[in-house]
């Protein structure tokens, strides 16, 4: 016998995309595609794909510069402004000086501390 194997025609909406050829891009590149989109007023997909770039790596390098331009530690140095109290000054008793250090811990605890 002779069974001829079946076809399958694909509709055009069916058929799989194209891939898209890889471009590797330098942080100055991205740095200024950055500026390009920020400008633009478009919404990222709309950007991507008038850029022909994937929603992911434009929010991969969007949250890429964002870490970068935060401070590398959590923490915020007051020494400084602790520091102006003269030495050996007793504490003084006026509770109506604001607080320099207020911190809220959670569960309803804070932490408050003024300079002496």
Known sequence: MNNPTPTIELSTAARPRKRRRRVDRTQEQWKAMLNVYDN??????????????????????????RD????SSPFIDITESLSSATPGQTPATDDTRPWQVELELGNGVTLRVRAI
């Open 40 to 65: 633009s007023g478009l919404t990222k997909a709309e950007f991507c794909k008038q850029q022909g770039i994937a929603t992911s790596s434009l929010q991969r390098w969007l949250k890429f510069f």
């Open 68 to 71: 970068q331009s935060q401070p």
